[in-house]
């Protein structure tokens, strides 16, 4: 698992809450649970949490929620 992750990692430059937002948005356009986990080699439960993760923010934001602390 480390290995394939890793090389995905050098492939696509991107930040944690974009791949979460990506998958989801994928999810969302009709994609298979199973074939995002062999694109992105995550687990079942890892793209079920991105799934989760997206639903909670949309909502957050669909009601005007801060969903990012403005501390730095």
Same mark, same amino acid.
């Given at each position: 698992m480390g290995k394939k992750k890793r @090389? $995905? &990692? =050098?492939r696509f430059r991107? /930040?944690?809450w974009r791949l979460l937002s990506t998958i989801a948005g994928r999810h969302i356009a /009709? &994609?298979?649970i199973k @074939?995002?986990? &062999?694109? $992105?080699y995550l687990s079942r439960s890892e793209i079920l949490g991105a799934i989760a993760w997206h639903k909670r923010r949309s909502k957050a934001a669909k009601k /005007?929620? =801060?969903t990012r602390s403005l501390a730095k």
């Amino acid at each position: 698992m480390g290995k394939k992750k890793r @090389e $995905y &990692e =050098r492939r696509f430059r991107i /930040g944690p809450w974009r791949l979460l937002s990506t998958i989801a948005g994928r999810h969302i356009a /009709g &994609e298979s649970i199973k @074939e995002l986990m &062999e694109d $992105y080699y995550l687990s079942r439960s890892e793209i079920l949490g991105a799934i989760a993760w997206h639903k909670r923010r949309s909502k957050a934001a669909k009601k /005007g929620w =801060r969903t990012r602390s403005l501390a730095k």
